[in-house]
């Protein structure tokens, strides 16, 4: 069942449509997330850590009554943070039941992205992490990373 996401998720890349992504830094770099699966954008809010977790498992928090667990991108990654404390944010996704959110250095924009301007992975970088990438895309002067989210929490 998880694949089938996945390769809906991935397939809204292939297809000849404008999609919606959330773009934020992370690091020195811009990346992006496919808008459908996020749920809402908060403040950095009080952490509750939980030992014995994965290490880019920052801990839970409490959002409105549900415990959402929190991975940090920069260690899943190996990014150093930047950026001002109050400029960093919590982006909360919900697919199937579950229910994540990442820490982000700074949320830059909503963007519409076509086809046209998404280059496939595949074509460009062959890397053993490259499975939670599913794209670059190129806007003016700007790259952004596009990042496969539901990948992200699976691994």
Known sequence: MGNETSMHFQSSYAQDKDI????????????????????EINRLTNITRVPRTTGYIEGVINLRGNIIPLINLHTKFGIAASGAEDDKRIIVFQYDDIKAGIIVDEVSEVLRLSEKE????????????????????????????????KKIFES
Do not use: C, H, P, W
């Not at 992504?21 to 749920?39: P, R, S, T």
């Open 20 to 39: 919606q992504v959330v773009a934020f830094k992370l690091g020195q770099e811009e990346y992006a997330v496919d808008i459908v699966n996020v749920m």
């Open 118 to 149: 998404i280059e496939q992975i595949d074509k460009i970088y062959n890397a053993i992490n490259s499975e939670q990438i599913t794209g670059i895309a190129k806007i003016n002067d700007r790259l952004l990373i596009l990042l496969d989210i």
